[in-house]
């Protein structure tokens, strides 16, 4: 026994040994099978990422066109803008971009038109454009507006038409309550989404009983509302604000779009106006930074983005590497967002050359692993 144990020694001092002059190999394969683990859990993610990049690109220009046409001059200038944002569409159209954005500038300065709807908006009641509803709310301001549409859908309600209740329900609110200029602004798009009927009806009838109470003394729901409906329509346009009635459902999920075109500002005015309900939707029911990115990104994919939306893809696509994402459960706003950031920019773009470079080393290293210990061995 004793014989066994004492030739067994120098045997594994000799393999210890063997092993020991061949450390830095098995460092240097260790290290290539961490990365190459730590890729092979990103590969789902990578490939709904080329998925995303292969769909085809909203044509800004084009876009742009249309809606000049329509003189929808406030969403052209903003989906030139945002043009002139995606780096790889502005990097082909870059001149034509800026061209286009000084015309419709020029023709939005145009003082002609403005009067004209200006004047319309304010006769009316009605208008998408910023003069237009700048006219329909001016006129509430002086309740010229409240009380136009107090007697008109008071004639309606009288010979049996379809008056609308809500319109009255506000004007009447204008009328016997002294209300501050951000009050008015939000009533104004909320009565103009009413009578188009650009308003979900679930937010309709909710809408509907903050205005009974507003008109019973309990006004400060109702303001509460009104001031986000005026911070969208102030920083994402009136056709944005519009869009958001239209979509959403109850008030909390207007305040969610309020602080989203407060951040993003002119940004927000395209993404609603490209994905409409699908980037509302996503917005006040996500309310993350990574779904604020997803509507950007499929924005600039046009009516493939929105399906892209629609499916739930981006959740996959963006969600950051599974180990940055570890930063989300330690740290929260600008280092998440670093971590996102580097995720997109970094790894998934060179994702397919990092995976068989890294697969290629591990498997050299095991070559050269293999040799040296047969080459111990065989001395």
């Excluded at 789902?44 to 690109?57: E, G, T």
């Excluded at 994919?301 to 969600?319: E, I, V």
Aim: contains cysteine; positive net charge.
């Amino acid at each position: 026994m004793a014989g066994i144990t004492s030739g067994s020694r120098p045997r594994a001092a000799g393999i210890l040994t063997g092993w020991w002059r061949c450390r830095w190999n098995l460092v240097r394969i260790a290290v290539a099978a961490l990365l190459l683990l730590a890729l092979v859990l990103d590969v789902p993610a990578a490939l709904a990422w080329m998925q995303y990049r292969a769909l085809p690109s909203l044509n800004y220009l084009e876009r742009a066109e249309e809606l000049e046409r329509q003189d929808r001059l406030e969403e052209a200038i903003a989906v030139v803008e945002a043009g002139l944002e995606d780096p790889q569409y502005a990097r082909v159209h870059q001149e034509e971009l800026h061209r286009k954005l000084k015309e419709l500038r020029d023709e939005q300065r145009s003082w002609i038109k403005k009067v004209k709807r200006f004047v319309g908006g304010a006769v009316s009641g009605y208008g998408d454009r910023p003069e237009a509803l700048a006219g329909a709310i001016v006129a509430d301001f002086f309740i010229v507006g409240d009380v136009r549409d107090i007697v008109i859908e008071g004639y309606k309600y009288i010979s049996n038409d379809d008056a609308n209740k809500l319109v009255f329900a506000l004007s009447v609110v204008g009328v016997v309550t002294t209300v501050a200029p951000y009050f008015d602004l939000g009533p104004a798009i909320m009565k103009l989404a009413a009578k188009t009927g650009a308003m979900s009806r679930k937010l309709f009838d909710k809408v509907m009983d903050l205005a009974r109470l507003a008109i019973r003394g309990e006004r400060k729901p109702l303001m509460v509302l009104a001031g986000d409906v005026a911070t969208v329509a102030r920083h994402g346009g009136g056709a944005a604000a519009i869009h958001v009635l239209k979509h959403v459902d109850d008030p909390a999920e207007v305040a969610k779009l309020a602080r989203y075109t407060e951040r993003e500002g002119k940004r927000a005015a395209f993404v609603l106006h490209v994905l409409e309900g699908d980037g509302v939707r996503t917005i006040a029911r996500s309310g993350d930074d990574l779904a604020e990115q997803a509507v950007l990104l499929a924005a600039r994919k046009g009516d493939a983005g929105r399906a892209w939306l629609r499916s739930g893809k981006w959740r996959l696509a963006l969600r950051p590497h599974p180990v940055l994402g570890l930063v989300k459960g330690f740290a929260k706003g600008n280092v998440q967002k670093a971590a996102m950031q580097l995720t997109q920019n970094l790894l998934r773009p060179y994702f397919w050359i990092a995976l068989p470079a890294v697969l290629a080393w591990f498997g050299l290293e095991l070559i050269w692993l293999s040799r040296k210990r047969a080459a111990l061995a065989a001395s």
